[in-house]
C-alpha cells in the first residue's frame, strides 16, 4: 500500500478521533480492495456521511438543548405565574386581616365610648339631683323670705293655664289677650299688637283673633288660654290640668302645643290625673300624695320619694 494513502488514513483517524462511526468502517480493507483513485473516492463519501451524520447529531442537541431550554422557560413563567398568584392571595389575607383588626379596634372604641358615656351620665344624672335638690331648698327660702308686696312681680314671672279656660266672654280673642298686657305695664298700642300675634301663632289659632270665646270649642279656648299665658315670657307654665274638659283628640292637639314649647326652652310644670297622657307623652313625672312628693320612672316602674 501506498505510504502517502497511510500519511492520510492517518491524519483522517486523527481528525475524527476514532469515534465509533470509524470503527465500524474498515477503512484498511476499502483501501485494499480499490484503486488509489478509487480509494480517495472512498475516503471523501465516508467523510462526507460522517459529517452528515454528526451535523445530524449536532442538530439533534440543539434541538433537544432549545427543547429543554424551552421547558425551562415554561417552567419559570408557571412558576412566576404561580407566585404572582400567592403574592395576591397574601395581599388579599392581610387586607382582609387589616380590615378585620380595624372593624375589632372599632368595635372596642365604640364599647369603650358607650362605657364611659353610661358612667359619664350616671355622673351627671348625680350632679343634676344635687343641683336640683339644692334649687329646690333655696326656692323654698326664697319663698319664705318674700314680702308681701312682691309677690305681684313674681306672679309675672308665672304663665298660668286654667282647667276651665277663665277667658273674659264678653272680649274677643285680641281683647283678651291685650288686656292682661295692659294690666302687666304694657302702653304702646304697636307692640301690644305685635305680642299678641307673636303668641297667637305660637299656638297656631292666628284666624281667631277677632273671635269671642263662645264662638270657640273648647280646645281652642285652651289654646288661647295658652297664649294668655306666653305674653309676659314667663319663666314658668302652670298648666293645672288643662285637658280637664276636653275630648281625647283635642286633649293630644293641646298636649302637642305645650311640647312644643317645652322644646323651644319653656319650663311648664302640668298637674294632670290622665295617666293615658303620661305614659303618651313621656317626661319628668312626680306625684303628691299625703304630702309627700315622689319621682316616677317610667322606664324601670321605680318611685323614688325626692320630699316629705
Request: charged fraction near 40%; glycine fraction near 2%; include cysteine.
Amino acid at each position: 500500500m501506498n505510504k502517502k494513502i497511510h500519511k492520510k488514513i492517518s491524519k483522517l483517524e486523527k481528525f475524527l478521533h476514532i469515534d465509533e462511526f470509524v470503527k465500524k468502517t474498515d477503512l484498511k480493507k476499502l483501501i485494499k480492495a480499490n484503486p488509489l483513485n478509487q480509494a480517495k473516492k472512498s475516503i471523501n463519501k465516508f467523510y462526507q456521511d460522517y459529517k452528515k451524520i454528526k451535523e445530524r447529531e449536532e442538530s439533534k442537541k440543539e434541538k433537544k438543548i432549545e427543547f429543554e431550554k424551552q421547558k425551562l422557560i415554561k417552567e419559570e413563567k408557571k412558576l412566576i405565574q404561580k407566585q404572582k398568584i400567592q403574592e395576591k392571595k397574601y395581599e388579599k389575607k392581610q387586607i382582609a386581616l387589616k380590615q378585620k383588626l380595624i372593624k375589632d379596634n372599632e368595635k372596642l372604641i365604640a364599647r369603650n365610648e358607650e362605657k364611659r358615656k353610661k358612667v359619664e351620665l350616671k355622673r351627671l344624672k348625680i350632679e343634676q339631683r344635687k343641683i336640683k335638690d339644692n334649687e329646690t331648698k333655696k326656692l323654698r327660702e326664697d319663698a319664705r323670705k318674700l314680702k308681701e308686696e312682691e309677690i305681684p312681680l313674681l306672679r309675672r314671672k308665672l304663665g298660668i293655664v286654667f282647667q276651665d279656660f277663665k277667658l273674659l266672654s264678653d272680649r274677643s280673642v285680641s281683647e283678651n289677650l291685650k288686656f292682661v298686657l295692659e294690666a302687666t305695664g304694657w302702653n304702646d298700642e304697636s307692640k301690644i299688637n305685635s305680642r299678641i300675634t307673636e303668641v297667637l301663632e305660637k299656638v297656631h289659632i292666628t284666624g281667631l283673633i277677632t273671635k269671642y270665646p263662645s264662638q270657640l270649642s273648647g280646645g281652642e279656648q285652651q289654646k288661647v288660654a295658652i297664649a294668655r299665658a306666653l305674653l309676659n315670657n314667663p319663666k314658668l307654665i302652670i298648666a293645672d290640668e288643662p285637658t280637664g274638659n276636653l275630648d281625647p283628640k283635642t286633649s293630644l292637639e293641646v298636649m302637642d302645643i305645650l311640647i312644643e314649647l317645652n322644646q323651644k326652652g319653656n319650663t311648664i310644670l302640668m298637674a294632670t290625673h290622665d295617666f293615658i297622657l303620661i305614659d303618651k307623652f313621656p317626661n319628668k313625672t312626680y306625684i303628691c300624695e299625703s304630702g309627700k312628693i315622689s319621682e316616677i320612672d317610667l322606664k324601670n316602674k321605680n318611685i323614688n320619694t325626692i320630699y316629705k
